[in-house]
């Protein structure tokens, strides 16, 4: 169970155009999501936490009219990299947790943005 | 704030070996979780760790957290190729439960067949 899937894997984007990378609970409901970014050979970065239904909180340093964040469910938040730029070029993750308990996160498998 | 330590950094073992990861953290852990990530994948849970001297396994994966919850320790058994990747250290710094977890800087896993 707590199975959580990322859209898409991969992709590749010319500089100036959106992209929008989906992050779905499947076997669970998701209040609260969090959307991440990992440098090459670093840890991951905490960007922002989705809540559905209401606005999501960006954490220091990120831009969030670059990065929007919509959380249209209980099993799916949305992450669009707005008028990308090859400096935007990362790796995206996303986790979500049913909530519970003793409950850990789980994480998508991650999205590698490249912008040309 | 609260920073996870974990080391080494690397580590490269000829298969059948053992070896041990530590996490040291600069506060009191909550809650302390392990995952394993692939190269240019997402992450994968394998254990967590909330009582003092608990001690969890899996597999040949064994997690310690020492009495004062500021150290945890993962340790494989008869390493693996499969046990390759990258083994992260990850705790929640809010007893509340934030889910806002920190991670360490990860420790990068080869093992050699």
């Known amino acids: 169970g707590a199975v959580v899937s990322q859209h898409p894997s991969r992709v590749i984007c010319k500089s100036g155009t959106s992209v929008k990378i989906e992050c779905r609970s499947l076997d669970f409901q998701a209040t609260t999501m969090f959307w991440y970014r990992q440098f090459p050979k670093q840890s991951l970065m905490l960007m922002a936490t989705?809540?559905?239904?209401?606005?999501?909180?960006?954490e220091q340093g990120v831009e969030k009219d670059k990065f929007l964040i919509n959380h249209a469910s209980l099993t799916l938040s949305t992450l669009t990299v707005t008028s990308a730029h090859p400096e935007d070029s990362s790796f995206y993750i996303c986790s979500a947790t049913p909530g519970k308990w003793n409950s850990p996160l789980h994480f998508g498998n991650g999205t590698r943005l490249t912008v040309t | 704030s609260q920073e996870l330590e974990q080391s080494p950094q690397s580590l490269i073992v000829q298969e059948g070996k053992n070896l041990t990861i530590n996490c040291t953290s600069s506060?009191?852990?909550?809650?302390l979780y392990w995952y394993k990530q692939k190269y240019g994948e997402g992450l994968i849970f394998l254990m967590m760790l909330q009582k003092g001297g608990e001690e969890k396994s899996h597999e040949k994966i064994t997690a310690k957290l020492d009495e004062k919850k500021q150290q945890s320790s993962l340790h494989i058994t008869a390493s693996q190729p499969s046990h390759a990747g990258i083994y992260l250290c990850g705790a929640d710094p809010g007893a509340s439960g934030t889910y806002k977890y920190i991670f360490g800087t990860g420790t990068r896993l080869k093992v050699l067949a």
């Open positions: 989705s809540n559905e239904g209401s606005k999501a909180t960006y």
């Open positions: 506060k009191t852990l909550y809650g």
